[in-house]
């Protein structure tokens, strides 16, 4: 997702969650913006996570998993394997969504987990125009400047 300057603007000039924008330079009000934590931070919804941290973050359900009946672990087995393939795993994709449903549904996983592996902690820049977007002081210049 791109910066809307428009927005940016009246984040600014509004300050809706106080986070003390007036007097501060370009550069302090970017960094405000880009700060994950504080009153402007904000859940994130991840699109994709390492494949060590989605493994990780699953790693209770093996626990779990060892007093399922053996189709329920080859099922599992199966899934591990093809997630071990890869680098990084679309945590936004239907078919991860699915999967972690899915487990969810045979008592491997509960709500915390889910979102531990789909949302995380995101700065303001990120609440307001989407996952990794970070603000510049250029940028705080072009809103100012009504372009």
Same mark, same amino acid.
């Not at 009946?69 to 394997?81: F, Q």
């Not at 045979?106 to 987990?113: H, N, Q, R, S």
């Not at 789909?118 to 820049?125: P, Y």
């Given at each position: 997702?791109?910066?809307?300057?428009?927005?940016?603007?009246?984040?600014?000039?509004?300050?809706? %969650?106080?986070?003390?924008? !007036?007097?501060?330079? +370009? /550069?302090?009000?970017?960094? $405000?913006?880009?700060?994950?934590?504080?009153?402007?931070?904000?859940?994130?919804?991840?699109?994709?996570?390492?494949?060590?941290?989605?493994?990780?973050?699953?790693?209770?359900?093996?626990?779990? %998993?060892?007093?399922?009946? !053996?189709?329920?672990? +080859? /099922?599992?087995?199966?899934? $591990?394997?093809?997630?071990?393939?890869v680098d990084s795993v679309s945590v936004n994709s239907v078919t991860i969504q699915t999967i972690l449903a899915i487990a969810k549904a045979d008592g491997l996983i509960d709500?915390?987990?889910?979102?531990?592996?789909?949302?995380?902690?995101?700065?303001?820049?990120?609440? $307001?125009?989407?996952?990794?977007?970070?603000?510049?002081?250029?940028?705080?210049?072009?809103?100012?400047?009504?372009?």
């Amino acid at each position: 997702m791109s910066i809307n300057y428009t927005n940016l603007q009246a984040e600014i000039t509004n300050d809706p %969650l106080q986070l003390g924008y !007036a007097g501060k330079t +370009d /550069k302090q009000k970017a960094a $405000l913006l880009n700060l994950k934590t504080g009153v402007g931070a904000g859940t994130i919804t991840n699109s994709q996570v390492e494949k060590s941290f989605f493994l990780i973050n699953i790693a209770p359900a093996l626990l779990v %998993l060892a007093a399922k009946d !053996a189709a329920a672990k +080859d /099922k599992w087995d199966r899934i $591990l394997r093809v997630i071990e393939s890869v680098d990084s795993v679309s945590v936004n994709s239907v078919t991860i969504q699915t999967i972690l449903a899915i487990a969810k549904a045979d008592g491997l996983i509960d709500d915390t987990t889910i979102a531990a592996i789909t949302t995380r902690t995101g700065s303001r820049a990120e609440v $307001l125009f989407g996952e990794n977007v970070a603000i510049s002081e250029s940028d705080i210049g072009t809103a100012r400047n009504g372009a």
